[in-house]
């Protein structure tokens, strides 16, 4: 199976290398000497940002080959298995923001090797903005927090663990307990907004980088945006590109979204119809259960008889008689709480 | 009749492990009741004590004429209990005593098993010489006590069963007495083959050993 697997996997990963290749050539091919062609200039960058992106997957599988994870799903895509089996939206988070930032250094390198004015690559810093640094944070914490809560559910409650094989699918990104997952959905839109935004300050700055010299390198890399400093703002128009960022409004909304899903999970996964159903089977059933017991005990008193003078079948009698009525109060409290169950949820 | 359903720990379901035990003392009622027979009120729960099963044997035993027949019906659990590791198990019937469903086991001089048996068939022998006593033991580990229930072969049949298998509830019958209540109108002697057969012919991993008094073989319920 796992060769059949491998085998299965490697056309297509020969596939994306090729697809980098050519990639890398048309960016070679597109570094002409009319670089102010807006037309060449937009080509360019949309080039630079997916070559830079085939790199780092490249990079990656690379690096899960070493360690013996041989195809691209028992390798990268291993990455974004959780703990129960599924794949898991905070890993992906996390895993979407570390490939979107090499990325992004590795343009930056490019940028300063391929700058029209010459090979710049002594001038690179790795340098990252604020937000995008937190934002990496949130999600690889979110990841932690996430895995923290399911091993100690797992730990309090085994039976939860399947011992089935769970085979995990895309469709785990978006689904939790009881079906599809707003708080899944609405986070992984605002990921991927959130990296789209992110990759488009990154386009304006390779422009830039590709295109200075040697003194505006240097200024490019120490200019940083400052959302809450008024000359900052005032000074907006510039043509000079910040370092990538993004908002602290919308950290913070990423923040608050990483929390709902965190939270979420730390609260009961049932849906309260599901259980009422559940218990109200149950208790049915045991009412019927019962009510057959007193059914079945009444016709045995009233099939036998105490023989005449004997004190144990006179106790034995009691007994059962007793046993009846034990048996329908039973059902009345059962039948109660089915009652007040459906009282407490309509 | 003796019917005790409970065992040293409850049951995850909260009834008794052998919920059935009920409705296989009304169907025996029912069944005998057709067949002209009259029962007295059967041993449940916490009825089932030694004590009361003895007295009860006891009593009836006094009452019967000369050429009565009794039958002797318990259905629950058996068990086997080792005076020690190397000695051979005695096998008994788990009957009531407080604490059953605690998990404590007691000494044995709380169980009904094959020395109570005995002294019971030799009374039944002497009060009742042309009597035919059966002995019906629907439960766990059965055969084993067939051997401490057997004595007197002449004047005692004995019909064992184990059915710790069945998983029925209160509205079903043992896998033994589904079978046993077919085959009710037969000869004893030919009341193993029958059940067996049908045991085999349902691929039912049971089966029941039936030793017909000598004097009553040909004869029926």
């Not at chain 1, 300063?112 to 949130?138: A, D, K, M, Q, T």
Request: a neutral charge; glycine letters at 6%.
């Amino acid at each position: 199976m796992g060769m059949t697997s491998s085998r299965s996997q490697n056309p297509g990963m020969g596939i994306f290398i090729a697809a980098v290749a050519l990639l890398a050539i048309w960016f070679y091919s597109l570094l002409d000497p009319d670089p102010q062609g807006s037309s060449s200039r937009l080509i360019l960058g949309i080039v630079l940002i997916l070559l830079s992106t085939g790199i780092t997957i490249l990079l990656l599988f690379g690096i899960t080959a070493i360690f013996g994870y041989t195809n691209f799903k028992k390798g990268l895509l291993n990455f974004l298995i959780g703990d129960n089996g599924t794949y898991s939206l905070s890993r992906l988070q996390a895993v979407l923001w570390a490939v979107v930032i090499i990325a992004y250094q590795l343009q930056v390198v490019l940028c300063l090797c391929f700058n029209s004015h010459g090979n710049y690559f002594h001038l690179y810093e790795p340098v990252f903005s604020e937000s995008v640094i937190w934002l990496l944070g949130l999600s690889l914490a979110s990841s932690i927090a996430v895995k923290g809560i399911t091993v100690s559910n797992a730990t309090q409650n085994p039976r939860t663990i399947s011992k089935n094989t769970v085979v995990p699918r895309l469709g785990d990104i978006l689904v939790g307990d009881n079906g599809l997952d707003f708080s899944k959905c609405q986070m992984l839109i605002w990921t991927l907004l959130a990296i789209i935004v992110f990759e488009s300050k990154c386009f304006f700055f390779n422009q830039e980088l590709l295109t200075q010299s040697n003194e505006g390198v240097e200024k490019l890399f120490n200019h940083f945006y400052d959302e809450y400093n008024k000359n900052t703002k005032d000074s907006l128009d510039s043509s000079s590109p910040y370092v990538p960022y993004l908002t602290w409004s919308f950290v913070v909304l990423m923040g608050m979204s990483q929390g709902v899903y965190v939270g979420k999970k730390l609260v009961p996964s049932f849906k309260l119809g599901d259980i009422k159903a559940s218990k109200q089977s149950e208790l049915e059933f045991e009412t019927k259960q019962l009510d057959l017991k007193s059914k079945i005990l009444s016709e045995i008193l009233s099939n036998t008889a105490p023989s005449p003078g004997s004190a144990i079948d006179k106790a034995s009698k009691a007994a059962i008689e007793e046993e009846i009525s034990r048996t329908k109060e039973r059902i009345d409290i059962i039948k109660g709480d089915i009652n007040q169950i459906n009282n407490f949820l309509n | 009749m003796v019917g005790l359903g409970d065992f040293y720990r409850q049951s995850p379901t909260g009834f008794a492990t052998l919920p059935f035990i009920y409705n296989n003392i009304r169907s025996l009622v029912l069944d005998l009741k057709d067949k002209g027979w009259s029962s007295s009120t059967p041993l449940l729960d916490s009825m089932a004590s030694v004590k009361n099963i003895i007295d009860k044997m006891v009593e009836t035993i006094n009452k019967c004429a000369q050429d009565e027949w009794l039958l002797f019906y318990f259905t629950g659990h058996a068990s086997k209990y080792y005076i020690s590791p190397e000695s051979k198990p005695i096998t008994y019937c788990v009957t009531y005593y407080q604490n059953l469903t605690k998990g404590q086991y007691p000494g044995l001089e709380q169980f009904f098993y094959g020395q109570h048996y005995s002294r019971i068939v030799e009374m039944f022998a002497k009060k009742v010489p042309k009597g035919h006593l059966i002995t019906v033991l629907d439960c766990c580990y059965a055969f084993g006590l067939i051997d401490d229930f057997a004595a007197s072969a002449e004047f005692h049949t004995v019909i064992a069963a184990t059915a710790h298998n069945a998983p029925a509830l209160f509205d079903d019958n043992s896998v033994f007495y589904k079978e046993f209540t077919k085959v009710l109108g037969q000869p004893f002697n030919t009341l193993q083959k029958l059940i067996n057969t049908s045991f085999a012919n349902q691929e039912i991993p049971e089966s029941c050993v039936i030793k017909p008094a000598k004097k009553f073989e040909s004869f029926t319920l």
